[in-house]
């Protein structure tokens, strides 16, 4: 049954947790009336890392959500100690810590923020059926309220997608994957209380192999989290995900016993939330916009969560539309040149971390070079410094992690050349 009354509005958002609310307030300051459609309720878990940097933190300011994010009792994370680099997360609009907060905590905050702006209808358990066209342009959306037969119909000058890796609208409008990477690993994680943290605090990882599965590749992780918890993963290179899945829970604990750095925290801390996990994880660039079309967040470009980069991704990306399409709204750009620029700066933002967390970057400059980066970044705690401000987006990643700046690297410190002459 279809609804006759048609709902008008600059933007519509299919999606309303982080990417999505957040492109509705950044349009809504600009002065677009937006409706906000989210499936479900925020208020539920969601996979994801849920670790988020100083560049996430000021895109929270400029939506009016920081101080309601900073007052989630949660640790401030200053060091990042991973298997391949350990320094202090830099300072980046006026913070130098990042934090970990559960997702059903966190989206409910920045879609309350999103509700409270007066050009923003928001809709909760709102699924969307299809699309509008017209001659050949996304021009609104159907949906179905979840406790209603009803059909309602929206429209607006443009339709965002900010529905997930799966997402409904790129594949309504056939948006084209490049640069696919197939799954690496799969990953599973719990919240668990009474975990000792580390001083100052820090977003804590180790890794190895895991010959009980067969995984060439096994890592597990701590990240202190809010009201007293603590994130606790573990994960097995993709290859070993079906042996994994089989028995998730006893592989879990199994795993964590590797490492006695790990298990001496968690091995009698108590668990608060069914373990969550999936090695679906696939990595791709989507074409980002189209006529009357865009995706924002992980429904435009997705890649494994290794390297923490999801949340601050998406909060960039909202942005980046936010200003195109300003610019086209208000008659500086055209349609086609608003959402050229932003193809070309959502790209350019998110490339030098993609092709690192997928492991194109080590392939581009070959082995040697790489194992001999990967030693220099333990010799020389700048170079640490830098690789962690490129993970935290405090400078330009591109200016760390492209081939010529991982060559460059390499080449100054002489490390190919030492490495070559002890052979000869």
Known sequence: MLQRDTEHYDAILVGGRLAGATTAVLLAQRGARVLVLERDRVNRPTLSTHLFFPDTLAVL??????????????????????????????????????????????????????????LITVREEAQVTGLLWDDGRVCGVRYRLRRSRAEHEARGRIVIGADGRASFVAKAVKAATYDAVPPLYAWYYTYCADVPIDSPPSAFAVSGEFPALAARYAAAFLFPADHGLTLVGFGVDHTA????????????????????????????????????????????????????????????????????????????????????????????????????????????????????????????????????????????????????????HAVDPATVYSPAAVRAAVEAAGILQSHASSFS
Request: proline share 7%; with cysteine.
């Open 61 to 118: 300011r400029d939506i009016g959500a920081l101080d309601a994010v900073l007052a989630v009792p949660a640790p401030r994370l200053q060091w990042i100690r991973f298997p391949y680099v350990a320094a202090p997360i830099p300072e980046q609009a006026g913070h130098a810590f990042a934090l970990c907060i559960r997702r059903e905590v966190l989206d409910p905050l920045v879609l309350a923020r999103a509700a409270e702006h007066p």
């Open 241 to 392: 995900f079906p042996r994994m899945r089989r028995n998730a829970r006893r592989w879990f604990w199994e795993g964590l016993r590797c490492w006695p750095e790990i298990w001496d925290r968690v091995g009698l801390a108590r668990q608060e939330t069914p373990i969550y996990g999936t090695g679906e994880l696939p990595n791709f660039f989507r074409t980002a916009a189209g006529p009357g079309w865009a995706l924002v967040g992980d429904a435009g470009c997705h890649k494994d969560p290794h390297s923490v980069q999801g949340i601050g991704d998406a909060m960039r990306s909202a942005r980046l539309l936010a200003h195109a399409l300003d610019r086209w709204w208000s008659g500086e750009w055209s349609e086609a040149e608003a959402l050229a620029w932003y193809q070309q700066a959502r790209d350019a933002d998110l490339r030098p971390m993609y092709d690192f967390t997928t492991f194109r970057l080590q392939q581009a400059v070959g082995e040697d070079v790489w194992e001999a980066y990967s030693q220099l970044t333990w010799q020389d705690a700048v170079l640490a410094q830098q690789r962690v401000a490129a993970m935290t």
